[in-house]
């Protein structure tokens, strides 16, 4: 970690749970079921949350800032990659587009430049079984993004190691956190502080060199593929920097 007790530094602040616009912008710019009402989306996200809440070691994870999203069923059979680079990304876009008309959203990556064809899920992320359960189902669930703040990437995969297997706990990834941006497009705006950058650590790039993210520059948003190694071979870690942990289910 970057500092042993965490400067708090970076900061989000906790938005407003509003699943009727949630479920609106999810409808709207990356095409959730327009049959799904916002009672079923709302009930089945405060039931995971209940059920985390009879679990003591994860309880504490409401305490911090916590953000309801839905996920669209795959739309494609391409790879991960492509998937981001076509869907997923596209609609961020429109919903940050639509909200903040005044701002902008970029994807930009560092290196190889593309996506396609050089994701996978990282190696103790737990995010195949994200991968597995969308291909056919509705996501709905919960985001963490300062679960595990100032960690470096390898670290915050590691971490994963310490935290109890618990049905539906992942370190966050593309499509999860592409779904949070979609329905909660404010996330990162932060007049007060400067908020922090979100991996996407349940995904790697083929490239080492690269990181996944999505960031603030001043109040618009991007998507990032950035280096992690400023010394070559040797990764980085930074307080600005935080892993995201994703509760999630499928709707009944």
Not at 71 to 98: N, Q, R
Not at 193 to 216: R, T
Not at 231 to 248: D, R
Request: hydrophobic share 40%; glycine share 8%.
């Amino acid at each position: 970690v970057f500092n042993e007790v965490s400067s708090q530094y970076h900061k989000i602040k906790q938005p407003s749970i509003d699943f009727s616009k949630i479920l609106l912008n999810s409808q709207m710019f990356s095409g959730v079921d327009p049959d799904i009402s916002v009672n079923i989306f709302q009930s089945s996200c405060i039931k995971l949350k209940r059920e985390m809440m009879e679990n003591d070691v994860l309880k504490n994870l409401f305490k911090g800032i916590h953000v309801p999203f839905i996920c669209p069923k795959s739309s494609s059979e391409e790879d991960i990659g492509k998937e981001l680079e076509d869907i997923s990304l596209p609609a961020v876009a429109a919903s940050f587009g639509a909200s903040y008309p005044d701002l902008h959203f970029k994807s930009a990556l560092q290196g190889e430049g593309t996506l396609a064809n050089k994701v996978n899920t990282r190696p103790g992320a737990r995010y195949e079984d994200f991968i597995k359960l969308r291909k056919d189902r509705t996501i709905v669930g919960w985001y963490f993004p300062q679960a595990l703040q100032e960690y470096d990437i390898d670290s915050q995969s590691a971490q994963m190691e310490t935290i109890p297997c618990y049905s539906g706990l992942v370190l966050s990834g593309g499509f999860d956190t592409a779904a949070v941006f979609v329905g909660s497009p404010g996330l990162l705006i932060n007049k007060d502080d400067y908020p922090p950058v979100l991996c996407i650590s349940g995904l790697m790039h083929n490239d080492s060199n690269l990181m996944l993210c999505f960031k603030a520059y001043g109040h618009h948003l991007e998507f990032w593929g950035m280096s992690q190694m400023l010394t070559p071979g040797l990764t980085q870690v930074s307080e600005q920097w935080s892993g995201g942990l994703t509760l999630f289910g499928a709707i009944d």
